[in-house]
């Protein structure tokens, strides 16, 4: 210990994922006092269909946020013309 | 949070798994009132040989319960003669 | 399968766990088409300094959030005098 | 339950992950008198870049472990000059 | 690796989870084959509102069994008078 | 995303907990190039009979250790007589 399972989605590159779990396990030697070898890290990674945030996929959360700035705007366009 | 892990055998189709993220975002939301945005769902997808029960897969445990059945059944038919 | 693992902040009460997981077990029997049977839903709960998001606990993370609103005030009021 | 998520390196056979899957229900049955039917096992199979030990793949850390042996040997070495 | 977590109710001693630990080591050096020392189990247990199966924590799941077993007998007696 | 589940020994203090989770935050937000918001950090804790490496808590593992370097001086000290 520690051990961490770590969640991400995918698409990172392999250089990504060493560089995260060397910085991780940096941070985890300065911060708690652990040696370097007892940390171990598990990477699991999540499609787009695998990870949701309010029921939706990040893709659909984009889509939503900015449909609600664009018709944010539209009544101020409305009162423009 | 709520932060859910949700672990499905493979074979679900996307459209499948966004409408199991939204029904249990929104019963969530509903039984512990909990805002929307807070409910996070990680998926992950188990292959046939990737999940068991009894120490055997679900192809397995099937056809241990149909063989059960059917020495079951058995000595009814021998009696029948 | 599925199989469930939430994740929430201490503090609910029995009942409400309950009902959590009587909701989302039916969300998932609707929306899946699995047996009531087959869902299992594990729950663990985490204290105030057991949860993070952008590296501080939920307190801290309010505070901040107070504090950023407050600066923002604040050249408002400066220019309003 | 008992309920178990296992995490594996990638390349074992489907054969192997049935026998460690029947050994481990047996070891639970066995020690801990649960019924067989009980006792389910996830297994999750991580690439070479998906586990990290002390911040590197098991690659690395061979590598790593096989530099410092020959370090090791050289002064050795020289002093045999 | 292997690296388990391992779920189990509440109230097992310390012996008990000891010995279901050094089982399921052993189990896994001899159908895996791997080191012994690379074997890591981490245990969770979970109280009684924490483990749900069809919705049900096991006390509520243990009544609705019973129930079920007395009211299709109740028939029969019925039948019998 | 990046959600981490972070297993560790008890008897860290909430101060420690916080120091590690504010420096792998960092950690992920430098290496993966991450927004800070984005990362989630759920602390689960384990005791002293929650954790087993070799089938054995690391108590067991201490002594373990303490027995082979002392049956593995004895022989030279016996030499040395």
Redesign the interface.
């Known amino acids: ?9 995918k698409g ?1 590159t ?1 250089e ?13 030697v ?3 006092g652990v040696k ?2 007892s ?8 499609g787009e ?9 990040m893709k ?1 959360r984009s889509q939503a946020q900015l449909s609600a700035q664009q018709s944010a705007q539209q009544p101020l366009n409305a009162e423009g013309k």
Do not use: W, Y
């Not at 210990?1 to 989605?9: D, K, N, R, V, Y």
């Not at 940390?39 to 999540?46: N, P």
């Open positions: 210990m520690p051990i961490l399972e770590m969640h991400l989605m990172r392999e990504q994922k060493c560089n995260a779990a060397k910085a991780v396990t940096e941070a985890l300065s911060s708690l370097r070898e940390v171990r890290i598990l990477i699991t990674e999540h269909h695998d990870f949701f945030v309010s029921g939706m996929t659909e």
